[in-house]
């Protein structure tokens, strides 16, 4: 439990005790920091979370107080919508009785109304929500008609129905109650009684005597048993149910309106007893459900309020043994919650003849005191869910204290299990997104994965409550651990056994909670990969047979992961040591970081780590990497990296070491996690694990034992694409020849390519490796060497070129070898000979116009002349002109920039290349003019 739940648990039962108590006096925040033993401005902080999340009430006094607004809206029947803050405690007293009345006129929630009717706010609902949409839909209600087995409680929630409406409307109207089956032979008999009779109109009609349906003008007319009205009995309902009037025997010239709202009630089945006339002039019928239908915390309600009615009337205290109770909520009645009313009424007078023989103050009710009868079933979950509501002690209740039935149920903690607690909280946060279904189950099967290792398999701490049960649920939990045992050849360690039991208890307690949604939702977990399914399902087949229940589809991933638990802790599973896991990330703690919370969550030291702070090369981090290869001598490696050269990382540990690499890419924490997992668990055989990660998304391959990167590459790119890469590639291809060149291989790319480093790897071979880039702008990619084409086109031009291309410039060989480049290299450090690579258009023409409009750019857009944007925008311009004029690839219609796109300067950089365009018959689109902008603007 977080400890933000643990605050507002606390404020609940206080609040809740106040109120029964009626003292409102509110809660502090050092009053609760007391209790749970934390700092108060801690619990304070968590008070204000709750209050900002609309979960609790603040008084603004002195100290500051705070109520949990749940248990003030139950309690007081209000509703605080967002009006949470009051300056004193008699200000909320007073907003409390204002809202009382209040929803007293406007239909609020009452459960007053139907407050005697157990499950009024469970299984009946929906039926009961049904039933006040009817009576009170305008402008006369619709008529009901009520079914269910005799003894359910129709007559009660008719009765309830008529007091709702009373409360609503707040005026009193009249319930008549007429049972039909008194003059079901005699239809005349029940005309004249229903509709009432003219004097005269037969012997022995002496006055004029108003029927049933005048006394219930305005208000609910409730016949009980209609099926036993017949035909011509039904018939005579038409009229009155069709047009709101009706006529006495005798008076058929007189027609008398009256309004009413009908209730009929019957144990039949509609459709083999009424007429379809009759029928579908009742727009709204439900049945009720039997007592066997009810869920069990319902049937232990139903006891205690009787229990509970007994005592007000003798005004005696009542104990009930626990074992008397197990009988009473277990028993099949088939007179339903009438008979079960009835056995406690005599259970009781027995007991009280008892207390006035032995001069006792508290009836005692025992086992004595009911029939010995024949062996009851009893449901396992239905027998969990019992024990847990009472504790498994016997039912004291006070003759002055007719508090809700509720408060007799054990105020404690459930049994909690980590896997629902997880599903139920996931499934609340994503039900309500957009996340389509298939896709929200995936998410969730990821999570229960990381959940697996954390929590899910711990001993609870909490009594094992399961254990005040009769001696089967023990067998039964034995036998269970001996089949799967049997099944998987694996003995189950004490540990996990109480795990298991303590699971299933837990599991039978959720399954009373109705939450059809989510049974649907976590359905689809099924979808994943999930080992061990066939054994797991067999198991769950297992539990259904010996408990007599239907488990959720949910218990088939449970188990599936409890055999994942079942094989790390068999000691014949041993994990291969001589393959080491190394992460190696950018960031001075981000390896570490992830390391350390995947070794701590699964007890290991098994990932090591290398950490690249920002000044650390790329080769002082691979050696670090070697060097923990070296000292745990692995005969095979597991490689996580991020971003960058790093993922050159495998090829090169696997030639120098001869040794199989399986090399994951941009890791973050879940893939470290699965690879852990799948390590430490499951194998760490390459053949196994490859698909397995593939399969969940992860960048994986396998660098085997080899010779590597036999050739180099070294990109080119600019801006406008490949016309100016294509020159600076001759330039350097004229330079360094095949002497140098004979193992390089210079790639020509967009600048949109060279965004990022998974675009460029489709570029690249696998026996090829980037040794650097060449362009106009700095890329985003980290690690690879780049090269600007201000630095390209200086003195350090080809020393740089060199050193890419693996020369070391320490040897004296490569020391000439670069001097006698650097000969033919010279003319490379002239504008000159640069634009001399232009073949088609006039060079020094061409030059000369593209620095005129450079200095004219300057003065108009107050630029300060700098000589390594000048180099940039000649060698860009002068190319883009010649690639315009011979081959013009980019027509203005296959760009989506506008001018509008771009700044007010773009106006001015337009009409400068005017000239341009004019001279060579060409045209800059708004990209182009976009490019040169960023250029000048070093954007």
């Not at 099926?227 to 009037?245: A, C, I, M, S, V």
């Not at 903690?413 to 499934?427: G, P, Q, R, T």
């Not at 950089?909 to 003019?929: D, G, T, W």
Request: a negative charge; hydrophobic letters at 40%; aromatic letters at 10%.
């Amino acid at each position: 439990m977080q400890r933000i739940e643990k605050v507002s648990k606390i404020l609940s039962e206080q609040t809740s005790e106040q109120c029964s108590l009626n003292k409102l006096s509110g809660v502090t925040a050092l009053q609760i920091s007391k209790i749970v033993s934390l700092a108060r401005n801690t619990v304070s902080e968590d008070l204000n979370k709750l209050l900002s999340n609309q979960e609790a009430v603040k008084v603004k006094s002195r100290p500051v107080l705070f109520f949990d607004k749940k248990e003030l809206e139950n309690q007081f029947n209000c509703v605080f919508k967002k009006y949470l803050i009051f300056s004193s405690i008699d200000e909320l007293t007073d907003f409390l009785g204002e809202q009382k009345t209040a929803l007293s006129f406007l239909g609020g929630n009452k459960p007053e109304a139907f407050s005697e009717i157990i499950g009024y706010k469970g299984s009946l609902k929906d039926k009961i929500d049904k039933l006040k949409a009817a009576v009170l839909y305008p402008p006369n209600g619709l008529n009901m008609l009520i079914g269910g087995e005799s003894g359910v409680g129709k007559t009660l929630l008719a009765e309830s129905l008529h007091h709702y409406f009373e409360s609503y409307t707040g005026s009193e109207v009249p319930f008549i109650y007429f049972n039909c089956s008194e003059y079901f032979n005699n239809p005349e008999l029940l005309t004249t009684h229903l509709f009432g009779y003219k004097k005269g109109s037969f012997t022995g009609a002496d006055t004029d005597k108003a029927g049933l349906v005048e006394y219930a003008d305005q208000g609910f007319l409730f016949l009980d048993e209609v099926h036993r009205l017949p035909n011509e009995g039904q018939e005579k309902l038409f009229t009155l149910l069709d047009k709101g009037y009706f006529s006495r025997m005798g008076e058929a010239d007189v027609k008398r309106s009256v309004n009413i709202r009908f209730i009929f009630a019957t144990t039949e089945d509609f459709s083999q007893t009424f007429l379809k006339t009759f029928l579908r002039r009742i727009p709204v019928t439900l049945l009720l459900p039997s007592v066997k239908e009810r869920p069990i915390q319902e049937k232990i309600e139903l006891v205690i309020k009787f229990f509970q009615n007994e005592s007000r009337k003798i005004k005696k205290d009542i104990t009930v043994s626990y074992a008397v109770i197990e009988q009473l909520v277990f028993k099949n009645y088939s007179g339903n919650v009438g008979e079960m009313k009835s056995e406690i009424q005599f259970i009781c007078a027995q007991g009280y003849l008892k207390q006035i023989e032995k001069q006792s103050h508290t009836l005692v009710i025992d086992q004595t005191l009911v029939q010995n009868e024949e062996p009851f079933e009893k449901d396992a979950k239905d027998q969990i869910a019992l024990n847990e509501l009472l504790n498994g002690e016997n039912l004291r209740i006070k003759a002055d204290n007719q508090a809700a039935v509720s408060h007799y149920f054990a105020e404690k903690d459930k049994v909690n299990d980590a896997f629902y607690d997880f599903l139920l909280k996931e499934f609340s946060n994503l039900k309500n997104s957009n996340i389509p279904q298939k896709e929200v189950a995936s998410i969730l099967q990821k999570k229960i994965d990381q959940l697996f290792d954390m929590r899910l398999f711990e001993p609870t701490t909490k009594s094992q409550s399961f254990r005040k049960l009769d001696e089967s649920f023990e067998e039964k939990i034995t036998e269970l651990s001996e089949y799967i045992s049997a099944l998987t050849g694996s003995t189950i360690p004490k540990n996990l056994v109480d795990v298991l039991a303590n699971h299933i208890y837990s599991t039978f307690l959720f399954m009373e909670i109705p939450n059809d949604d989510f049974y649907l939702y976590s359905s689809q977990l099924m979808l994943g990969r999930l080992d061990n399914y066939d054994v797991a399902k067999d198991i769950v087949e297992k539990i259904n047979e010996l408990f007599l229940v239907e488990l959720p589809k949910t218990e088939i991933t449970y188990l599936g992961l409890f055999l994942r638990k079942l094989k790390q802790a068999d000691s014949q599973y041993q994990r291969n040591d001589e393959c080491g896991v190394i992460v190696v990330a950018h960031g001075a703690t981000t390896a570490t970081s992830m390391a350390e919370y995947s070794n701590i969550l699964f007890s290991s030291n098994l990932l090591k780590v290398v950490n690249m702070p920002i000044h650390q090369t790329v080769e002082e981090t691979l050696e670090k990497v070697k060097s923990i290869i070296k000292i745990n001598e692995y005969k095979r490696l597991i490689l996580l990296v991020d971003i960058g050269s790093l993922v050159y990382f495998g090829n090169l540990i696997s030639e120098e070491f001869g040794i199989d690499v399986l090399l994951i890419k941009n890791i973050n924490l879940l893939p470290l996690l699965e690879v852990s997992r799948e390590v430490i668990y499951e194998s760490t055989d390459f053949a196994y694990l490859l698909p397995v990660l593939n399969e969940k998304g992860h960048l994986s391959s396998v660098c085997k034992k080899g010779h590597f990167f036999d050739s180099k590459v070294l990109i080119v790119s600019c801006m406008t694409g490949l016309g100016t890469a294509l020159k600076i590639e001759k330039l350097i291809v004229d330079v360094f020849q095949e002497e140098v060149l004979q193992n390089i291989r210079i790639l020509t790319l967009d600048n949109s390519e060279i965004q990022d480093i998974e675009r460029i790897h489709q570029h690249i071979r696998t026996d090829e490796k980037l040794v650097g880039i060449v362009g106009t702008f700095q890329t985003e990619v980290p690690d690879i060497p780049f090269i600007p084409l201000e630095e390209l086109f200086s003195e350090k031009g080809v020393e740089r070129l060199l050193r890419l291309f693996g020369y070391d410039l320490a040897d004296e060989k490569n020391r000439v070898l670069k001097d006698q480049i650097a000969k033919r290299y010279i003319h490379g450090l002239s504008l000159k000979a640069i634009i001399n690579h232009i073949t088609v258009l006039n060079p020094q023409r061409l030059s000369i116009e593209v620095s005129q409009i450079y200095d004219d750019l300057c003065r108009q857009l107050n630029l300060v002349s700098d000589e390594k944007i000048m180099l940039r925008f000649l060698i860009h311009t002068c190319c883009t002109v010649e690639r315009l004029v011979v081959n013009n690839d980019y027509g203005v219609a296959d760009y989506n920039v506008s001018y509008k796109d771009i700044p007010n300067e773009a106006s001015v950089i337009k009409m400068a290349f005017r000239p341009l365009e004019v001279s060579y018959n060409v045209q800059f689109s708004p990209l182009e003019i976009k490019y040169i902008y960023e250029l000048l603007y070093e954007i």
